[in-house]
């Protein structure tokens, strides 16, 4: 399902005290703003009234339809009057869907002269949604809290992004990655527990043989080849003569893809370390099913890839572009301290800052052909930094704020694409705070999701969340992992 196919449930709470005029007129309302906000062009999905809540079986019956309803992503709830919040209770306790409580009002001012007690029964949404706002933090329901007049576009904003996060648990939910052999020997931060990850996130992480994937390329058609071929030199620089090379990788490219599909995988991983039957690393061939949208982990990092899988459905129709990503070298130059981040090969063009170019290099590790790939450099921009870590017992999330700039050299012998940023609070602060985290040299980088964002997500899905800001200091982040770890324990 692609993000405009998902819809969400605008459920309005009330109650009968009022009589028949009063919820006639809320029902009027409801079906207004949500007509109005689907055309104010910030939302990436629908938003549909559904319901205005009378009793807590009209509470019971919208939340077990909304969590059977698989088109239902989300549901927005309102109160317009006072909705006594114990008829909620069976209702919330039975939610599987991600929940927002839009605290807002369907008059913008309050009318001076017109103002009288008529008005007040009708338009109390401010007492209303306090009542309703309880019952979820008594139970401890995961919510996202929205405040703001609903026909302010920042405030459409805030709710569409908040949908591009629902949006992204349900592709999470569904998620089926491939791994192609097993995670590199004796590396710590990319294993972890599946059956836990399955159970928090849906993932559902399996491996396929590489002999498997070799059959598949080598079924690959010349004229399949000839046809990527023509679309590679649309779409990028061809700096190489090694045709044959660039024509291997359209054909791990064309493999993958098939096989990916067939399976209803999203995502999926390889390793250096099993490439048996295979003429390359697939480098070019893995950035172009990024491009696509597949997520991709190196090293058999499937917690990256997922992750990478789910940011990209979220981010949907946007231009920043998201990338499977790794820290590889600081420049510590006085006042201009960078991170240098790359990989092998595997480094999404979305994040390009101009037309890609197609190189061969050797690889010096792995012991295959030498691998086409795109070079580019990444663009400007503030962008986040994602990484998911396995803590024993529970997953924590950790996020970083950075600063993208243009590459401050050109490095004409790096063979790989390379993204250069400026970690929040600074290089040194911020590798600090990572380190102390447990944040892995893999992560997602986005230009298109925010902390915000990842947060929500976080909160609906139950990870830990940390998240390295400007803010950050050292102290305090050791202060509030050290809390978190006790937290966590009572979970
Ligand atoms: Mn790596």
Redesign the pocket.
Known sequence: MAMKDYEFWFVVGSQFLYGPEVLATVSKRAEEMCAKMNKGGKLPCRIVYKTTVKTSEDATDTIIAANADPTCAGIITWCHTFSPSKMWLTGLKLLQKPYCHFATQYNREIPDTEIDMDFMNLNQAAHGDREHGFIAARLRTPRKVIAGYWQDAPVQARLGDWMRVAVGVAVSKSLKVMRYGDNMRNVAVTEGDKILVQEKLGWQVNTWPVGKLVEYINAVTDKEVDALMAEYKKLYTFNTKNLASVRYQAKEEIAMKKMLDAEGCRAFTNTFEDLYGMEQLPGLASQRLMAQGYGYG??G?WKVSAMTAVIKAMAEGKKGGTAFM?DYTYHLAKGKEYSLGA??LEVCPTVAAGKPKIEVHPLGIGGKADPARLVFEGRAGKAIVVSLVDMGGRLRMIVQDIECIKPIMKMPNLPVARVMWRAMPDLTTGVECWVTAGGA??TTLTYDVTAEQMRDFARIMGLEFVHITKETTVEGLEHELFLNDLAWKLR
Do not use: S
Request: aromatic share 0%; proline share 0%.
């Open positions: 190196g090293e990092d790794e990989h092998m040299h893999h």
